[in-house]
């Protein structure tokens, strides 16, 4: 149980358009869904929590109006980077957690590379 | 401040010898969480363990085995008898407080030991 997927998997795209990237708990109702970025050889730094039908609280120096995310529903957060640039080629990871998830544990999905040329 | 502290970079290891890693953290909370993940090359997170602050049992699971420190604030992780497979980016991390609200729950992940094991 508690299987959380990201779509897609990979993804490459030019300078200046944007890019959604989908976060869906399988078998789980998301109440919180946290999104993390991972520069090669770095370690995952939280860029947003996004709790279910309000709006994403975004940790200090992540620009919200570039990285909007939403969380829609118990099942789905997406995060759209918006005129991305090869500063942005980056993992993308999210993880969700329920009430009552024991231990604070939050589950991950697979990740998704962002590739911007 | 940086709350949870993986000084090893990168382990070099051959294959058989056992393998250690740190993890020291820092907290004021009483109730606090903390994990191990093992991060191949495919990026995805693989998790290993998790632990409450109230338990400090070791713990032994198959070639891996777990160290909580209250009184160190550490919770290191071996590896017995490290096998190529075992290759691969190892995070620990620290989650506080209760976790009822939505607010709380944050991971706070470590720097990462990149774990090589050659033949």
């Known amino acids: 149980g508690a299987v959380v997927s990201q779509h897609p998997s990979r993804v490459i795209c030019k300078s200046g358009t944007s890019v959604k990237i989908e976060c869906r708990s399988l078998d789980f109702q998301a109440t919180t869904m946290f999104w993390y970025r991972q520069f090669p050889k770095q370690s995952l730094m939280l860029m947003a929590t996004s709790n279910e039908g309000s709006k994403a609280t975004y940790e200090q120096g992540v620009e919200k109006d570039k990285f909007l995310i939403n969380h829609a529903s118990l099942t789905l957060s997406t995060l759209t980077v918006t005129s991305a640039h090869p500063e942005d080629s980056s993992f993308y990871i999210c993880?969700?957690?329920?009430?009552?998830?024991?231990?604070?544990?939050?589950?991950f999905g697979p990740g998704t590379r962002l590739t911007v040329l | 401040a940086q709350k949870v502290t993986q000084a090893q970079t990168e382990i070099s290891v051959v294959e058989k010898e056992d393998v250690t890693l740190d993890c020291v953290y820092e907290?004021?909370?009483?109730?606090?969480?903390l994990f191990w993940y093992k991060q191949p090359p495919s990026g995805e997170l693989v998790f290993l363990i998790r632990?409450?602050?109230?338990?400090?049992q070791n713990e032994i699971s198959g070639r891996y085995s777990w160290n909580f420190q209250k009184s160190t604030s550490s919770f290191n992780f071996t590896i017995t008898a490290s096998q190529v497979v075992d290759s691969a980016v190892y995070f620990c991390a620290l989650s506080e407080g209760e976790g009822t609200t939505d607010s709380w729950g944050k991971f706070q992940f470590g720097a990462g030991t990149q774990v090589v094991v050659t033949p």
């Open positions: 907290t004021r909370d009483t109730t606090y969480y």
């Open positions: 632990r409450n602050s109230f338990d400090e």
């Open positions: 993880s969700a957690k329920f009430i009552g998830t024991a231990y604070n544990e939050q589950f």
